[in-house]
């Protein structure tokens, strides 16, 4: 394979650098592989649990050991741990109506009139990415401790989340 890609070089020069990028790979033997998945919040404060889907990527990469970012698009929308139970379903967003009101006023509001200046707020103070390391393919996250999207836009949106598995 090594010899195949070598005769793709224009010139030894060219041959001599890629010759150098095969020793680091081989040095480094790391890998990325990125993964998407979509998701379809129905409300504000929807809090929705992807575990499950993060760990299957995770074990589908067959990366042993590394640690996988998870990333959500968008500025209305945050990346979390949580216990995932009820009642901190409620807490959770009571905690971010304490901090950061809906009732009062927006700058981003009386510029863009969308009404979601509290929702843009949220999410940059709860951050829109994790990265969580995983140990022979297993996350180590603890019993009760769960990935989730806060949707914290005034509306059900479809959000697309993006995983970069990293490791060897
Ligand atoms: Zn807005």
Not at 141 to 162: A, C, F, H, N, S
């Amino acid at each position: 394979m090594f010899r195949q890609i070598l005769s793709c070089a224009i010139d030894d020069n060219e041959k001599f650098l890629l010759f150098i990028k095969i020793i680091q790979m081989l040095i480094q033997n790391m890998t990325v592989i990125t993964k998407n998945i979509q998701i379809k919040s129905k409300s504000e404060n929807d809090i929705i649990d992807i575990t499950h889907q993060v760990s299957k990527i995770v074990k589908e990469s067959k990366i042993e050991n590394g640690a996988v970012i998870v990333f959500v698009v968008g500025s209305t929308a945050a990346i979390t741990t949580i216990e995932y139970e009820p009642g901190l379903q409620n807490d959770f967003p009571d905690m971010l109506s304490r901090l950061v009101p809906k009732d009062i006023e927006y700058a981003h509001d009386n510029t863009w009139h969308d009404g979601n200046g509290h929702s843009h707020v949220r999410a940059s103070l709860i951050g829109p990415s994790l990265a969580i390391p995983f140990i022979e393919g297993h996350l180590t996250l603890g019993t009760w401790q769960q990935i989730v999207l806060v949707e914290m836009d005034t509306r059900p949106r479809e959000r697309k989340i993006i995983l970069q598995v990293i490791g060897e």
